[in-house]
């Protein structure tokens, strides 16, 4: 039983404009949303999280839209560069007992193209 | 400074053997959590101490699989009569541990990835 969902495997987006990664999740316990970015032979590195009292939060190019209702998040990266090429895992947690118990999407491998 | 590291980072057995892997967190973090990453798949949680105290380990598959963390800080997880599909990376990960904060950023290691024969 997935709960948190990435129903997209890869994703092509062309240098400087918009790249949307989208994420579902099913655990209405949910409370806290993160993203993380993997580039190869490396660990996943923390990028962007959100708390479920919000609805967005923004860093530099990077936002994240919380919808509570529809259990959906969205990554929108903007303007795209060829750096940004690797995979977004969609991480949610429970924030029980004082730890994140982080639980995992499949991951979107973004390609940024010039 | 260093990030977290982890020891073998390649290790290939033959089944029915032990095997144990290595993590080295981020000096001063509190939270070690490890992970199991299939193929094409996303981490999924295993384990999580606090300090030396195991809190939650009820993602273990089984109990063939252990964890000890017994001065607080590195830890090793112990797969005992290995089996083909023990196959898989496994990450670690640490955090400062801020009670009650969200804010608590889990950093990874760059994993181990176990091949099981």
């Known amino acids: 039983d997935q709960q948190v969902k990435q129903n997209s495997p890869s994703l092509s987006v062309q240098e400087g404009r918009i790249s949307i990664l989208n994420c579902d999740y099913t655990n209405s316990m949910f409370d806290y949303f993160l993203w993380y970015k993997k580039y190869p032979a490396e660990g996943p590195t923390f990028l962007i999280s959100i708390s479920s009292i919000k609805d967005k939060n923004e860093d530099g190019r990077f936002t994240v839209f919380l919808n509570k209702s529809a259990k959906h998040l969205s990554l929108h990266i903007v303007p795209s560069q060829p750096g940004d090429s690797a995979v977004y895992f969609c991480?949610?947690?429970?924030?029980?007992?004082?730890?994140?118990?982080?639980?995992f999407g499949a991951g979107t491998r973004l390609a940024v193209h010039p | 400074g260093a990030g977290v590291s982890q020891s073998p980072r390649y290790k290939v057995t033959k089944r029915g053997q032990d095997v144990a892997l290595r993590c080295d967190p981020i000096?001063?973090?509190?939270?070690l959590y490890w992970y199991r990453q299939a193929l094409g798949q996303g981490p999924e949680f295993l384990t999580y101490?606090?300090?030396?105290?195991?809190?939650?380990k009820s993602g273990l598959p089984n109990d063939r699989f252990s964890a000890e963390r017994p001065e607080g800080s590195i830890s090793t997880l112990t797969i005992q009569r290995t089996e083909q599909r023990d196959s898989a990376m496994y990450r670690c990960?640490?955090?400062?541990?801020?009670?009650?904060?969200?804010?608590?950023?889990?950093?990874f290691g760059p994993g181990t990835r176990l091949t099981v024969l």
């Open positions: 990960a640490s955090s400062r541990g801020l009670a009650g904060g969200q804010g608590d950023t889990q950093y």
């Open positions: 000096s001063g973090h509190v939270s």
């Open positions: 101490f606090n300090y030396e105290a195991q809190q939650d």
């Open positions: 991480a949610a947690s429970a924030r029980a007992g004082g730890y994140n118990k982080l639980i």
